[in-house]
């Protein structure tokens, strides 16, 4: 099936971030990328925070389609354990420049910030209570730790290997039987 021309808008607008940033995004740059016209653009996204919450809805519901993937099935109907194992699976890979800036971006902004939540509060455990549950503690120090690998070749100066991902991604999940 052919993407809609949203998508197709916003896709672009995520290359065009992943490539310069999130200043980047106007209507001239995403007409330029996308091939559209800036009235066509308009259209589809009247303001340029209708853009940038489309955004954050658009990855936020790739993310959830990808754990629903892992999962084998929505959130609802997995128990915690299969669920956590879905984000560790999900957050084995490195974040992308565009992943990385846009949840950055969203703890700014409440509503930006909510359509992420809406999505973590399906798959993950919350913090509330860890310091007096040591099963809730454990569960979420999984999602910690998940987090660290997504994030850890933005933030260190050598990026991990193919190899030593997929052995810190296996003991990780090895937490999750213990």
Do not use: C
Not at 152 to 166: F, G, N, S, Y
């Amino acid at each position: 099936m052919r993407p809609s021309k949203k998508t197709y808008i916003l896709d672009a607008a995520v290359e065009l971030i992943e490539r310069e940033n999130l200043e980047a995004v106007s209507y001239e740059a995403l007409a330029e990328a996308s091939g559209m016209s800036k009235s066509g653009i308009v259209y589809h996204f009247p303001s340029r925070y209708d853009i940038m919450r489309s955004i954050h809805h658009h990855l936020a519901g790739k993310w959830e389609e990808e754990l629903e993937r892992a999962a084998g099935g929505p959130a609802h109907t997995v128990d915690m354990k299969t669920r956590l194992r879905a984000v560790v699976l999900s957050q084995s890979n490195t974040a992308t420049k565009a992943e990385l800036l846009l949840e950055i971006d969203a703890r700014s902004n409440p509503e930006f910030s909510a359509i992420w939540a809406d999505v973590n509060d399906r798959w993950v455990p919350s913090a509330d209570g860890i310091e007096d549950d040591t099963e809730l503690r454990s569960q979420y120090l999984v999602k910690v730790l998940a987090d660290g690998l997504w994030t850890h070749d933005h933030v260190h100066e050598q990026a991990l290997t193919p190899v030593q991902r997929q052995a810190l991604t296996n003991h990780i999940l090895q937490l999750l039987e213990e």
